[in-house]
């Protein structure tokens, strides 16, 4: 098992709450039909899965307790989502059958678990055989900024170091194929895609939740109890992002690894 770096506050939901199949699971989109009964692991705020609902025959949505859990099932029930159901699972150790579903999905969660190939196995064993294993993830490495503010360079240092001590492994996206390979499928799609927030709009919206973030989220709160860093560091890190947001030249770039894999 491993901690789950970013929690759940406030400053944390408005970035997943914006996510959906279209930014979110493109590359899965195409192989969906409205036959398909599809296992959502780790299913955060429920945008993803809420969207996938409206796209096929069920959805069932996964997350590792019953205050996460609590998020999603909200948004289902104010949506209309009937064709949603709920259970809370360890993605190493799922409760559900053999051959249960025809797509298994997993966003922004391999890179937060203690053995991400396991949880692949694992997502293996309960997808029918023809059907699809997909995987998303961000690569913390691979992320690309402008303005070159040293204080964006101690903020991904510490998150990296943080999510590391929480047993995740936060450069996940160039990992997922070897991780699919090593959890034994042999037919795998890997492919990439980004977010990028380069306008005004995007670059209030991305660094005025990363300036709250740093400050008030479940990895503030870690970084100050273990020591990794002070408060006064904290706070100069939430003004470089407000700077960075103000800034015209400012652009963001987050990569992603994805992959399709055929069980």
């Given at each position: 098992?491993?901690?789950y770096t970013h929690g759940h506050h406030d400053s944390v939901l408005r970035s997943h709450n914006t996510r959906n199949v279209d930014n979110s699971a493109a590359y899965l989109a195409e192989h969906l039909t409205a036959d398909t009964r599809l296992l959502d692991i780790g299913a955060g705020p429920g945008t993803i899965s809420v969207d996938f609902a409206s796209r096929v025959s069920h959805v069932t949505a996964t997350e590792i307790n019953a205050q996460a859990l609590a998020l999603s099932q909200k948004l289902a029930a104010e949506t209309g989502a009937t064709n949603t159901s709920f259970s809370i699972e360890d993605v190493h150790s799922l409760g559900c059958a053999d051959d249960s579903f025809?797509?298994?999905h997993a966003h922004q969660v391999l890179q937060h678990v203690g053995d991400p190939v396991q949880?692949?196995?694992?997502?293996?064993?309960v997808t029918k055989p023809g059907g699809l294993v997909a995987a998303r993830d961000a690569d913390y490495a691979g992320f690309i900024w402008f303005p070159l503010l040293p204080e964006l360079d101690e903020w991904l240092q510490l998150y990296r170091d943080a999510a590391r001590v929480n047993g995740g492994e936060p450069d996940a996206g160039r990992r997922l194929l070897a991780w699919a390979r090593a959890a034994g499928f042999t037919d795998v799609t890997a492919t990439a895609s980004t977010w990028c927030?380069?306008?005004d709009a995007e670059r209030q919206w991305w660094g005025g939740m990363w300036a709250?973030?740093?400050?008030?989220?479940a990895l503030a709160a870690q970084l100050l109890d273990t020591g990794m860093a002070t408060r006064e560091?904290?706070?100069?890190?939430?003004e470089a992002w407000r700077a960075?947001?103000?800034d015209g030249d400012g652009w963001f770039l987050v990569p992603h690894g994805e992959v399709l894999c055929r069980v």
């Open positions: 098992m491993a901690v025809d797509v298994t949880a692949l196995r694992e997502m293996r064993r927030y380069a306008t709250d973030r740093i400050l008030h989220s560091q904290l706070q100069r890190i939430s960075w947001a103000d």
